[in-house]
Nanobody, 123 residues
Framework: QVQLVESGGGIVQAGGSLRLSCAAS????????MGWFRQGPGKDREFVATISWGVSSTHYADSVKGRFTISRDNAQNMVYLQMNSLKPEDTAVYYCAADRKYRVTNSRDIDYWGQGTQVTVSS
């Protein structure tokens, strides 16, 4: 079965950096757009970034553009999210996602989810 396993979350001070990783198995990785979504306390799950299958086209939420970078390693079935200049409002559970659509931003329309990893940014 499909498994997406996130790692790399933690507690960091504002202005700091974290790198999230997601290990994917049980799917043809190169046929899936991979992404990261997040859910803060009392909020809906929201789009953060995606990287498409094929040419690895990237797409970011406006709130993280210029601070976060998504990448993928097709040889290792891994996807990463480098998060720099973190802000307290970035505090959330971050979820890895996999979807067969080329472009996806709607959290209600995702094929597979990971369990999530907590990121806490202190002020």
């Amino acid at each position: 079965q499909v498994q997406l396993v996130e790692s790399g979350g933690g507690i960091v001070q504002a202005g700091g950096s974290l790198r999230l990783s997601c290990a994917a198995s049980g799917l043809t990785f190169t046929s899936y757009t991979m992404g990261w979504f997040r859910q803060g306390p009392g909020k809906d799950r929201e789009f953060v970034a995606t990287i498409s299958w094929g040419v690895s086209s990237t797409h970011y939420a406006d709130s993280v553009k210029g601070r976060f970078t998504i990448s993928r390693d097709n040889a290792q079935n891994m996807v990463y999210l480098q998060m720099n200049s973190l802000k307290p409002e970035d505090t959330a559970v971050y979820y890895c996602a996999a979807d067969r659509k080329y472009r996806v931003t709607n959290s209600r329309d995702i094929d597979y989810w990971g369990q999530g990893t907590q990121v806490t940014v202190s002020s």
